[in-house]
């Protein structure tokens, strides 16, 4: 067996609603980046999970293939991960409906993201968001991930997918690898730049909530100029003053820099140098990142090879497990 054989399996997805924000580079994408030498890495478009809400088709299209080709800008490297669209593989959906036989309608009622978008989105609470769970338990499942680089947002899917797996395997036998959690503590949860206590979100309705992958430099320092934060002048990380501890977090994840060091850097500086500060060194950093987007848009025909080679690959893995599955229930398969 060669050493490829033996990594583990890392998975995660991304909705395309929106274009991702610095809270997704931080808390997710720069990481799948960093584990692709170490893990075999799945990465894809959840396009299915975007029609749980009203959704404008033109746009979720556009969306996706934006994701894909700001996936490869931020630095996933088809040569060592999986890149695929949700949708192009379909054995996605039909687990998605095996599992959902074994799901409980009470253990779904049970979760927070259900309740959260159910409350805002009263006109159109579809069975599809009730079962947005159990389409990621496929998601996840259908790939044997050993771990899922998930937000603290996600937790509690990754919980139902563990139950889902535990309990399809008493009955049927160890079909399903059970997955983990992978949570990192730096920069897990970046905050929005209007209001420090809620997350920055890349649906958010008030752009200056977000600094978007794609802003400008010009666009980037003004949304830090304008940034809430506390009445004191002091650089200082702390609980109690959550909007310059947010970005003191931007900072020292972009910087390389620890907190303490970047307390010591900005110390009797105040907020307006700082704020500048943190402007450049972001715009500085994704510079070079949307120069590659830009490069890979012009190039449709090549994103079209990546996305169909990356479902290839993805559908050998995905429809072992689901032929496994299916001859574990007695469904029968063509090659009987
Ligand atoms: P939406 O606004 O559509 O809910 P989102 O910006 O909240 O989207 P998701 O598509 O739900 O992002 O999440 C993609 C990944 O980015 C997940 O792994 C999630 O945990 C991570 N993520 C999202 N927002 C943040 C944030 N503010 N800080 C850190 N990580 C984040
Ligand atoms: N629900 C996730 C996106 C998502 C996902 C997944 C993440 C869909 N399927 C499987 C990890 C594994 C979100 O909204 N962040």
Redesign the pocket.
Same mark, same amino acid.
């Given at each position: 067996m060669n050493m490829e054989n033996k990594k583990q399996v890392m998975?995660? &997805?991304?909705?395309p609603t929106g274009i991702f924000t610095l809270g997704n580079y931080i808390g =997710?994408i720069k990481n799948w980046e960093k584990v692709q030498q170490e893990y075999k890495c799945l990465y894809?478009i =959840?396009n299915l999970?975007s029609l749980t809400v009203k959704n404008d088709p033109k746009i979720i299209k556009q969306l996706t293939l934006d994701s894909v080709a700001l996936l490869l800008a931020c630095g996933i490297d088809i040569k060592k991960s999986i890149v695929f669209i @949700?949708s192009h593989v379909p054995r996605h959906a039909e687990l998605s409906w095996v599992l959902a036989c074994h799901t409980q309608f009470g253990e779904l009622s049970r979760m927070t @993201?259900f309740k959260d978008k159910s409350s805002k989105n009263a006109d159109n609470i579809n069975a599809g968001l009730f079962c947005?769970p159990v389409?990621?338990a496929a $998601? +996840?499942l259908l790939y044997q991930?050993n771990y899922?680089? +998930? &937000?603290a $947002?996600?937790k509690q899917?990754?919980e139902i997918t563990r139950d889902i797996a535990n309990r399809f395997n008493k009955l049927y036998g160890d079909i399903f690898e059970i997955p983990n959690p992978y949570i990192q503590k730096k920069g897990a949860r970046i905050m929005s730049l209007q209001d420090p206590t809620s997350k920055m979100s890349k649906s958010d309705n008030n752009p200056n909530c977000y600094i978007s992958i794609l802003d400008t430099k010009d666009v980037i320092i003004k949304k830090f100029k304008r940034a809430v934060t506390d009445s004191d002048t002091n650089i200082i990380y702390s609980d109690d003053k959550p909007g310059i501890s947010n970005l003191m977090t931007i900072y020292s994840v972009i910087s390389g820099k620890s907190i303490k060091e970047t307390e010591q850097e900005f110390a009797g500086k105040g907020y307006g140098y700082f704020k500048t500060a943190i402007g450049e060194l972001v715009a500085c950093h994704l510079k070079p990142i949307q120069d590659k987007y830009e490069k890979l848009l012009e190039d449709k025909k090549y994103l079209q090879e990546v996305c169909l080679n990356g479902a290839e690959q993805a559908s050998k893995i995905a429809s072992k497990t689901l032929n496994k599955v299916y001859k574990s229930l007695g469904i029968l398969t063509k090659n009987f």
């Open positions: 998975l995660s &997805g991304i909705q =997710a894809f =959840a999970h @949700q @993201q947005y389409l990621m $998601d +996840i991930a899922v680089p +998930i &937000g $947002d996600q899917h990754l």
